[in-house]
């Protein structure tokens, strides 16, 4: 298996950060560069024959079990950007992919990195994905730098506080009927103030997802302040089941 | 003045519908879209010599005062459209964009129409167009067709209904500070539930902006069903002013 990393294993997107996609700072907002990193994944998947619309022909999906973000810098109103992905590895039953995210000029702004995994639409059992088209998918594995912090145990003691409490809407959900993996991001941000954020400036993110909810499900966001710069989160359907666990640490 | 329409007065900005931006029915979310045509508007006159950074050096900038789309189709994942946007009109105080939103093919899905004014940063009074380097906007109107719904007179009676309530948050916020334009229209579709889309198609979307709100207000939206298809949507901060007032047409 050659691993080497060949220039066309690794898809380049450009963006830009348009003016009605950036906060209240004038920086992109983290659940539109969530989107792009999870939009640049599928178009990286789909140009090398293993994209979501294929999968669903199969009855198959990909899902999104992890998902770290590094940032030195977020891009600014009107500024350039390149997401450049690639697969780095693939377990059975899970695979990972980088990013980069950089300047024109080549300068990075951040890191990122996914786990999927592709699941039985009907079933919701996870497939081996060697099993897909004779393990092909090994091909695209590409052996490339991407120093990102490694993922955390996110644990939440009896000290977390709830911070809010709201109902799955329409636009939480996904083409898959389930509560969307970024709509988290952005409910998790909305848990800290402008005040915060304009003393804080979030460095890492990290999201654990752990189970499905669906629209009309009540959601519970605890949180809990582990030391001055690092918050640990949990969505939980509320009374039940946890949904996915964030780590935050602000510089 | 010329107002034939020069080609180059027209811009042109392809985009796909993609998997991490569509409903749980596989459509492009109406907010997408929504962000989609503003930040088309900011290109098409940063391009021009008249986006928001340049006239944020001078203490001014872009407010958005009505919104209205019809739809005959929605996007689908992984669709190409293309939005074509183009400057109608100005007036003394306001100027009209309108957009065709379609296929590379040429097929029409829909059409847009918003109205702008400039204001001042610090008095947050308007500006007139005209007076903004010598008048030069007027040699970008372009009559082209935009067969659009003419804006309705949205007012609601007391049988209005309040449908929801909740706190402007982080992600609400835009980059001056204000309730974001397009984050109301995802607020108004989460007034509906997943079984009245799975029965109804939005055919035509208005947003009339009257004040502006910030983070922390509490925000009350109410409902009126006028006809089997028709609804105005009426949003205020609560026990205050009317932030803005929506009609959405269903078939």
């Known amino acids: 298996m050659n691993t080497e ?3 066309d294993r690794i898809g380049h997107y450009p963006f830009v950060a348009e003016s009605f996609h950036l906060d209240f700072s004038g920086h992109l907002l983290l659940s539109v560069l969530g989107n792009h990193l999870l939009n640049c994944s599928n178009r990286h998947s789909s140009d090398r024959g293993f994209g979501i619309s294929l999968l669903n022909e199969h009855k198959y999906t990909w899902v999104l079990s992890r998902l770290s973000i590094d940032l030195s810098e977020m891009p600014c109103q009107n500024e350039p950007f390149i ?30 990195k996914s786990v999927w995994a592709i699941i039985d639409l009907e079933s919701r059992k996870p497939i081996d ?24 145990r996110i644990r939440l003691s009896d000290k977390k506080e709830v911070v809010s409490e709201f109902t799955a809407a329409y636009t939480d959900i996904d083409m898959n009927g389930h509560f969307n993996s970024i709509k988290y991001i952005e409910h998790v941000m909305n848990t800290f103030s402008l005040d915060f954020y304009r003393e804080k400036r979030l460095k890492h993110f990290e999201i654990a997802y752990v189970s499905e909810c669906y629209f009309g499900d009540t959601i519970v966001i605890s949180r809990e302040q ?19 666990r964030c780590s935050l640490l602000f510089e």
Chains 1, 2 share one sequence.
């Open 5 to 7: 990393c060949n220039p």
């Open 129 to 152: 994905l060697l099993s897909i088209d004779g393990g092909r998918i090994v091909e695209h594995i590409c052996k490339k730098e991407c120093p990102i912090n490694k993922p955390q």
């Open 226 to 244: 582990i030391d001055a710069t690092t918050y640990f989160i949990e969505i939980a359907k509320k009374g039940e089941k946890v949904l996915c």
């Open 83 to 112: 997401i450049d992905t690639w697969v780095d590895s693939i377990y059975r039953l899970f695979t990972d992919r980088n990013y980069v995210i950089r300047s024109p000029q080549d300068k990075v702004l951040g890191y990122a």
